[in-house]
């Protein structure tokens, strides 16, 4: 079966870095689009970024361009989330998630499964 399980989420002070690791096994991993969203209290969950099955292509959401970057690597059936100068906005549970085809995509009804999310709190 599919699984999907982040890791790298904590407490960080404004300004500072975090790296999100998402590990997949269950598919062939290189075969699919990956990507990332982001869940905050009370609000609804939001697009990151995503990554196509080869890596070459990327969308990363315009609220965090410039800040984030989104990478795989797909022997190591891994995809990952480099987040630098994060602020307090950005606390959030992160998710990862598995997109049913093989194209970076925005869209989150064109992921079919999801990671159980990795909880990022950024103190001011």
């Known amino acids: 079966q599919v699984q999907l399980v982040e890791s790298g989420g904590g407490l960080v002070q404004a300004g500072g870095s975090l790296k999100l690791s998402c590990a997949a096994s269950?598919?062939?991993?290189?075969?699919?689009?990956m990507g990332w969203f982001r869940q905050a209290p009370g609000k609804e969950r939001e697009f990151v970024a995503t990554i196509s099955r080869s890596g070459t292509s990327t969308v990363i959401a315009d609220s965090v361009k410039g800040r984030f970057t989104i990478s795989r690597d797909n022997a190591k059936n891994t995809v990952y989330l480099q987040m630098n100068s994060l602020k307090p906005e950005d606390t959030a549970v992160y998710y990862c998630?598995?997109?049913?085809?093989?194209?970076?995509?925005?869209?989150?009804?064109?992921?079919?499964?999801w990671g159980q999310g990795t909880q990022v709190t950024v103190s001011s």
């Open positions: 998630a598995k997109n049913r085809g093989s194209v970076a995509a925005v869209q989150m009804g064109t992921y079919g499964y």
């Open positions: 269950g598919f062939t991993f290189s075969y699919s689009a």
